[in-house]
Nanobody, 129 residues
């Protein structure tokens, strides 16, 4: 069973940066697609970014494109989300998620939450104005 553990959240001022980490247990095969989602209080969970180890492709939501960068260190079984130029509206709990049967990110973006079966516990990101 795949396990995902997020870390790296915290409190940062507007314009600042944070790097989130998602440590994952090994997949049965060496391919995976891992996505980052976020959920702000009173709002639906939103797909932020996705990375595929099968073809190296990445996806971003329009709200974070140009500010966030997703990457992976397969030797450390970790996916990162570098978040720059943070805004108060980026405040949310951030989750990483995966579906071991899927090796590619959706063509249209990070995907919807019902496309992923395994989730981490989340890490809080708070951006002050």
């Amino acid at each position: 069973q795949v396990q995902l553990v997020e870390s790296g959240g915290g409190l940062v001022q507007s314009g600042g940066s944070l790097r989130l980490s998602c440590a994952f247990s090994e997949f049965t095969l060496d391919y995976y697609a891992i996505a980052w989602f976020r959920q702000a209080p009173g709002k639906e969970r939103e797909g932020v970014s996705c990375i595929s180890s099968a073809d190296g492709s990445t996806r971003y939501s329009d709200s974070v494109k140009g500010r966030f960068t997703i990457s992976a260190d397969n030797a450390k079984n970790t996916v990162f989300l570098q978040m720059n130029s943070l805004k108060p509206e980026d405040t949310a709990v951030y989750y990483c998620a995966t579906d071991p049967s899927q090796y590619y990110c959706p063509n249209y973006g990070p995907g919807e939450d019902d496309e992923y079966d395994y989730w981490g516990q989340g890490t809080q990101v708070t951006v002050s104005s």
